[in-house]
């Protein structure tokens, strides 16, 4: 389950505009094209970004590459709080993935005197926003090398598979992937975004699945304890082991058959615990869909004459009960089954800590 994303600054969040930046200072095209390759694209700026040496060494670098056109090299430098820009989107990008209750982190190659510089000209309206950053000039280390990637997991105790990095480099990403995380290249907002939700969307249905899978192998021994130990009495059980076993069955019915057939299956005491248990885990929306269901399709029957078992209770039903059954099963089996297996193993297995007792039906 994706619970951490993390985030490259430049070209990401901030547009690195130092193109711009020398047609606002009206440098010729030719001298442009010179710094492309002596300055931005030059070895000092990486090592700028991995911060061994100190920054007056490498301005002499700079300078001494540049000498024949110190002047211009001079009013570039002079003007570097300018060379970025946040993007319009970026501060409430990172608000949204906040208020859905994901980590978000900085992991950027950026030069120490140059990100605090910008840092303190608001170039980054996004910082206070952000759960932790590692930035190369501060811990000389620079993407793509694994390293400070493992420092940014350690420091801030991330696993790497539950974390997605969104790099505008290539190789960068693939650093990323080959520790674990899933990575997008990003090209734009839209399409990162895409990407994205995609992401946290598979990785969340694998992880509901797991629920499931875990509710049911811890659950069933709840039912196995009722059914196979006392014969299917409930009064043999305390109250959360009843509504661990209704919980159960209404997992294992819901899922073969729907609501129809779990409240057939185990009538009113069945019933009645599993809402106990909905409440306890406090899953409200799946509570309200049942109640309503045995409200409006069940609740008619309760003392109704023709009935000599629960299963003899469809044969009456109107096309009205059938549309309403279908309508909830379908929401039991697209959603609201995951997410309530989830919340009653996070309740019962990891909060309350309930073990079952042993039995002699396993």
């Known amino acids: 389950m994706i619970k951490n994303v993390i985030f490259d600054i430049g070209n990401v969040l901030v547009d690195f505009r130092w193109r711009v930046l020398m047609e606002d200072l009206k440098l010729p095209r030719e001298t442009q094209a010179i710094f492309e390759n002596t300055v931005f694209g030059s070895r000092w700026w990486g090592e700028l970004d991995h911060g061994i040496y100190e920054e007056s060494e490498i301005l002499k670098n700079f300078r001494e590459d540049n000498k024949e056109h110190l002047d211009e090299f001079n009013l570039v430098w002079d003007h570097r709080d300018k060379l970025v820009e946040p993007y319009a989107y970026a501060v409430q990008w990172i608000k949204q993935l906040k208020e859905s209750g994901l980590k978000v982190y900085l992991l950027s190659n950026y030069p120490k005197d140059i990100f605090t510089l910008h840092t303190e000209c608001g170039r980054f309206p996004f910082l206070d926003q952000v759960d932790g950053k590692v930035v190369s000039g501060f811990v000389k280390m620079i993407k793509p090398n694994a390293d400070i990637y493992e420092y940014l997991l350690k420091e801030y105790g991330l696993e790497a598979a539950e974390s997605v990095f969104v790099d505008d480099r290539e190789e960068n990403i693939e650093t990323a992937k080959g520790l674990g995380m899933k990575g997008i290249v990003f090209q734009s907002y839209e399409q990162a975004c895409v990407e994205l939700d995609r992401l946290i969307s598979e990785e969340g ?48 019915d819901g899922y073969n058959g729907g609501f129809e057939q779990f409240f057939c ?8 615990y599993a809402m106990c248990g909905l409440q306890k885990i406090e899953d409200w929306e799946l509570l309200e869909q049942l109640h309503n269901t045995y409200e409006q399709v069940f ?15 469809p044969q009456y039903f109107t096309k009205e009960d059938e549309a309403i059954l279908d309508e909830t099963n379908q929401y039991f089996w697209d959603e609201a089954g995951e997410k309530f297996a989830k919340l009653a193993y996070e309740y019962y297995h990891d909060q309350i800590q309930k073990q079952p007792r042993s039995n002699s039906g396993k």
């Open 299 to 313: 609740e008619k029957f309760r003392e109704d004459s023709r009935l000599k078992a629960y299963w003899d209770i």
């Open 265 to 272: 299956n185990w009538g009113y005491p069945g019933y009645w």
């Open 205 to 252: 249905k694998d992880c509901m699945k797991d629920y499931v899978k875990l509710w049911d192998e811890y659950s069933i021994e709840f039912n196995k304890t009722l059914e196979f130990d006392f014969s299917g009495d409930w009064n043999q059980l305390d109250q959360e082991e009843r509504e661990i076993a209704a919980l159960w069955k209404l997992l294992v």
